[in-house]
């Protein structure tokens, strides 16, 4: 008889969060695979069908919300702190209406998110309060020990890869995986406004603030396989929003990305790309710019952070200035203009000119680019996170949120509000 395994994407608490085409693409890819061997139900707390939420026209949107207390060690933070996701109730509901789990699986997202894993589970156990809970994603792959300690789970699962995963999975269940690749399971999301598209793992670059290199190595799948994917997702569920996480989609691209874009043109399906992890700027190319456009790609987000030259070498030498204004030559060559192309710029990261921010903004502008603030977050095992622990303790995983650290880090907070004046305006013109 087959065991069932409830999958679970948890609250968030944090002084802001949105849905930016956020979906937890690696519980829903795990569906897949645990499908083989047992029942697999998926309750998301953030699902924004539940209650009365704006969506925009690209599905995404704000996620249902209210204010509760702030943890006594961030009062000092003069914002309000919320709770999103759906209705107590709601929830409670939705254990109730399902038969009962064998194991429930619980993924996590950022490392100060994990006060909303610990709610998440003490209302659980209202319900069930006997069955295993496995506890997988990037809190738990970053900080397994903080895990272990503080949230009221049996196992940690402190790995994103997938095979990774497999192999302590079968150990503990007492199973045998199917190893061949498999696509994530869809079915189980329920809602299709946007769905998420992962062609290839990991990073080639080794920046300074960033962990995502080291949460998995990089590979590349079949492009083809994720073509058809994308034709299938349209026809069966009628979706024209696809969001790509890939952190380094353009490389490699005359295996990857291009035969990819060749193969969605043929099919003509009339869909909408989003690129919300923003594309490295060295490996576009005008072929690819044309492929791009020609087959949907309505949001193109570069990942640039500044044009002070030492940040840019001793960051992560992604990019130069020269790189970026032959990029977005070649984009407007393609038929985009500014109203598709945004820029990131990294803000309050340590040893970075702030002054410099700013200047960065002006300068994307002047070369046709929408600039938009990207804000700094202490990430443990990065190179960045022992120099920020020097402004301010980043110890507890609550410092970490990238609000606690802007106000800690006694960054200039008039000088903040008129950076977002500016970002509003350039917005605008």
């Known amino acids: 008889m087959r065991k069932n395994i409830l999958l679970i994407n948890p609250y968030i608490e944090d002084f802001s969060a949105y849905d930016h085409f ?82 429930i699986f619980i993924t996590s997202g950022m490392t100060y998110w994990y006060t909303g894993i610990q709610y998440t589970i003490s209302l659980i156990k209202e319900v069930y309060s006997n069955i295993p809970i496995f506890l997988g994603g990037i809190y738990a792959t970053i900080l397994p020990n903080h895990a272990k300690r503080e949230i009221d789970c049996d196992y940690v699962i402190p790995n994103q890869n ?32 946007y769905l998420p598209i992962l062609t290839s793992t990991g990073c080639v670059f080794n920046c300074s603030y960033c962990i995502g290199h080291k ?4 590979k590349q799948f079949d492009p083809i396989i994720f073509a058809i994917l994308i034709k299938n997702l349209k026809d069966k569920y009628g979706c024209k929003n696809f ?27 009339n869909i909408n790309f989003y690129t919300p992890n923003g594309l490295h700027i060295k490996y576009l190319t005008p072929t690819i710019a044309k492929l791009m ?15 002070d030259e030492h940040f840019q070498v001793k960051k992560g030498n992604k990019t130069s200035k020269e790189e970026f204004k032959k990029a977005m030559e070649i984009l407007y060559n393609a038929g985009f203009t500014k109203d598709n192309i945004k820029v990131y710029t990294l803000l309050n990261i340590p040893e970075a ?20 603030l990207a804000f700094y977050s202490p990430i443990p095992g990065t190179k960045d996170f022992e120099k920020a622990s020097k402004i301010t303790p980043l110890d507890e995983p609550l410092f970490q949120n990238n609000t606690v650290y802007l106000y800690r880090s006694r960054f200039d907070m008039n000088y903040f509000q008129y950076l977002k004046t500016l970002e509003n305006r350039f917005k605008k013109a």
Do not use: C
Not at 165 to 193: A, M
Not at 215 to 218: A, P, Q, T
Not at 353 to 372: A, F, R
């Open 353 to 372: 000119d702030n002054t410099s921010i700013e200047k960065t903004m002006e300068w994307i502008y002047q070369n046709g680019g929408q600039p938009m």
């Open 243 to 269: 969001a790509f996480y890939d952190d380094a989609l353009l490389v490699n691209s005359e295996k990857h990305v291009i035969p990819f874009l060749e193969k969605i043109i043929e099919y003509d399906l």
């Open 162 to 193: 997938i095979d990774s995963v497999l192999d302590e999975l079968e150990k503990l269940l007492g199973v045998n995986f199917t190893r061949e690749l498999k696509l994530p399971d869809y079915e189980i999301l329920g809602e299709y406004y």
């Open 215 to 218: 949460l998995s190595s990089f």
């Open 293 to 307: 456009k020609k087959s949907g790609f309505v949001d193109i987000r570069l990942s640039l952070e500044s044009i």
């Open 22 to 103: 956020s979906k937890p693409l690696g519980l829903i890819w795990l569906s897949s695979y645990l499908k083989e061997h047992f029942n697999v139900y998926f309750i998301n707390a953030l699902n924004r069908l539940y209650q009365k939420v704006k969506f925009k026209p690209d599905g995404t949107g704000d996620f249902p919300k209210r204010k509760i207390p702030a943890p006594e060690n961030l009062k000092d933070i003069p914002r309000d702190f919320k709770r999103y996701g759906i209705d107590e109730g709601l929830f409670l509901q939705k254990l109730k209406e399902i038969e009962k789990p064998d194991y």
